[in-house]
């Protein structure tokens, strides 16, 4: 279902703000400060600002304290809309092409994406393994883009060199586990080794679960086959893409999408950016049409996600991760 663009909440900033109370407090407001209930809103003017006064630790606060949104000058009627824009865009929405759309300046837009961004990524903690007993989960890895630095090899701790040419040498590394028929993770990491892979398998699948692959040897030379139930894998050299129910084609279709919004969206990423646009395509990937999530229901679970993720310009611009 596509959403209603002249839906109140993208009109009325009453009704805008009564929709996130809703998303945000489910079971009734509660102070974003001390955790307290015994809360009151306020009447007369403030109560169209949302204002409510916390009779615990005496203090006013309104929706959007504690979240992505907090102290932001955006009207809240702009910041739904820009959700819904970024939910229900496949392979991405731009910085400038939200400037164009919303009215306001590219900071502002560039600044409001990388706090999207950040309400879609998952709370930490929050993850569940993969898989489970009868499941399959595929794995794979791909490069995109140059690092920001060049990176070395030593030689018996003495010799450092650079590799040049083609191949995966300089560029940044990125894992990605997919559940056939369910959610995706995509993981950047610095080399793409033995014990980084395993060490992605091991805390993000269940060892119940089916992996499939396609030959890579991170996989099936490593210890990744002994931390699942069952490792099966294709081989692409010899033109095997299918074999019964075995293949990695969920995975591939994920770098896919990721790659053409990538390259025709957003054109240029910096690796410091890079973990939170992957969280960008992990969150619609897990979210999408297949699993009877629609592009209302998308932006709806990212808007729950702005608690707790407070995203200062200075430190998005610095990338303190």
């Not at 650079?162 to 040498?169: C, E, L, T, V």
């Amino acid at each position: 279902m596509t959403a209603n663009l002249k839906a109140p909440i993208y009109t009325n900033e009453i009704k805008a703000r009564e929709h996130l109370e809703a998303l945000r407090w489910p079971d009734g407001a509660y102070c974003p400060r001390c955790g307290g209930f015994d809360v009151k809103k306020l009447g007369g003017k403030a109560a169209d600002l949302g204002q409510y006064n916390c009779r615990d630790c005496r203090k006013k606060f309104t929706v959007t304290v504690g979240t992505v949104f907090e102290r932001s000058h955006i009207p809240l009627t702009t910041w739904l809309m820009g959700f819904q824009l970024m939910a229900s865009s496949k392979k991405g929405m731009s910085a400038h092409q939200m400037h164009r759309m919303l009215g306001i300046t590219y900071k502002s837009a560039w600044f409001m994406a990388h706090r999207i961004r950040e309400a879609m990524k998952p709370a930490a903690g929050s993850l569940e393994p993969m898989g489970g007993a009868g499941k399959v989960v595929e794995a794979d890895e791909t490069y995109h883009g140059k690092t920001s630095e060049i990176r070395t090899k030593s030689v018996d701790g003495r010799v450092k060199y650079q590799n040049k040419g083609r191949g995966p040498a300089n560029k940044r590394a990125i894992i990605a586990l997919v559940e056939r028929g369910g959610s995706a993770r995509t993981f950047h990491v610095a080399h793409a080794t033995f014990s980084k892979v395993e060490e992605i398998v091991s805390q993000n699948i269940d060892r119940e679960s089916r992996l499939h692959t396609d030959e890579s040897r991170l996989y099936s030379v490593s210890k990744v086959p002994t931390m699942v139930a069952e490792h099966e894998s294709v081989k692409h050299s010899a033109d095997e893409y299918v074999r019964g129910d075995v293949y990695s084609n969920s995975v591939e279709g994920y770098f896919s999408i990721f790659k053409r919004g990538m390259k025709g969206i957003y054109q240029h990423c910096s690796e410091k950016h890079l973990h939170r646009y992957l969280a960008e395509y992990d969150f619609r990937f897990s979210n999408r049409i297949a699993l009877g999530v629609d592009d209302t229901d998308r932006a709806n679970e990212a808007l729950k996600g702005i608690t707790g993720k407070r995203l200062t310009y200075r430190r998005t611009s610095e990338a303190m991760l």
